[in-house]
């Protein structure tokens, strides 16, 4: 583990104490100038000499992020007032505050005493009373003392009586410090990671023309549904998303990792139902829900192991959906119930669907997919998206598309088709244009579908701009936290 203290300048007494004068001057004009306002000052009880630096001022920013939530959700209105982020003695910063004062401390302590983490900082609540400017205490408000950061007695007792060297103090605060940065960090790629899917679901909603399919154009394969319904079916897939994320970035590697398909499975129940909330009932994206997810949280693993390429993308993907065919599909009594599109052709047809698709690792993805959105990279992005699902479709036995037509049958048709496509030119060229638009009519007359196929383009996109943000694999976003 990296120790925070080996960077940065020293203080020392005076240092510390010209400082203090300072901030009590700060608090003291802000108050004057504002006496009906709350100031809320808020430090870092940082042992040692070394008081600031990179890893300290990102400790301190990024927690009071959260403590300006909590006091959004208590109604405490508040501006920034002054701040030095940069100052050797530590970072600090003022808000002025609207509100009952012993709402605020009381949101205040509840902070402080949230984490462990947390317990370093000093947020000072102070009051113009009568042109009496005095801080409110713990005490006042019946209010638990601060306990130390080693032992959890009284944190003045503790200092009092030197109980603690100061070098088991900056190890413990080094280790907190760091702990939450690095949570920190992986939430700001799980949000990452979450826009980059939302992006990738509405890339592909917005692709013209697409056989099948629903686009801004036309959607007559689909009446029940338009493209705005998918914008927010979209939409409501981000929180999912995020967990996935998280999921991946937090698994303990000790456990196998079927455990976390088990786990995202849950999440993707959860979000189902919220994506039904968002259509009024109509299932946009269930089969995303479920590869989207997989890849998400199979991303978020590697990124937590530096390990982030397509073969070891496969790999996880594999290694989570191990159980997923005996599971889900060889194990499934045959009594024609309450059974998936998926199962019935599995039983009927040995077809395994997105299933197989899936615990092989996703290979038209990776076979197919990336490398098409790579060749058509010169295009423009509607182009490029409309000749990668082509390319996809065509190496895809697409299980919404025989259920449409209630026969596997339809897949040699299907490819007949795009290979007419592609040999006229593909979308670029005018007969390659005409043709998938003639091809789209029929596709939308006939009420035949491409759902497969769509979801494998939203997982080429997202693996696509996944690569592209994340330097090209070559990761070393994690190492300065570990």
Known sequence: ???????????????VLKNRDRRVAVQQALLTNAPTKIVLAAILNIPGPVKNNAFIKCFFENQLKHFEKQMLINHLTFVKKEEWLDALT????????????????????????STPSRRLFDLDVLINDADNIRSISRTELGENPRKCLICNLPAKECGRSRRHQVSDLQIKVNQLILNANHQEHLMEISNQLADIGVEALISEASAWPKPGLVDPIEHGAHPDMDYFLFVKSSISMRPYLKECALAGLNFDDHFPLSELFNEIREFGKVAEREMLKATAGINTHKGAIFSLGIVTAAVGFNLQHHQLNNENLQHTIKEMLVNLINEDLKNKRNDGQSQTAGIQQYQKYGLGGVRSEAAAGYPVVFDHGLPAFNTYQDLNFNDRLVMTLMVIARYTTDSTLIKRASSPEIITWKNQQLDEFFAEGGISEKKGREFILKLQATFSENKLSLGGCADLL???VFIAKVKGRFQKWNLQLMTEFN
């Not at 925070?4 to 007494?13: A, D, L, P, R, V």
């Not at 530590?90 to 005493?113: M, T, W």
Request: with cysteine; hydrophobic share 35%.
């Open 90 to 113: 530590g970072p600090e910063r003022f808000y002025l505050v609207d509100g009952d004062f012993k709402k605020l401390k009381q949101c205040a302590v509840s902070f402080e005493d």
């Open 458 to 460: 939203i997982i080429t």
């Open 1 to 15: 583990m990296k120790n925070i203290f080996e960077n940065g300048i020293s203080q020392n007494i005076t240092d």
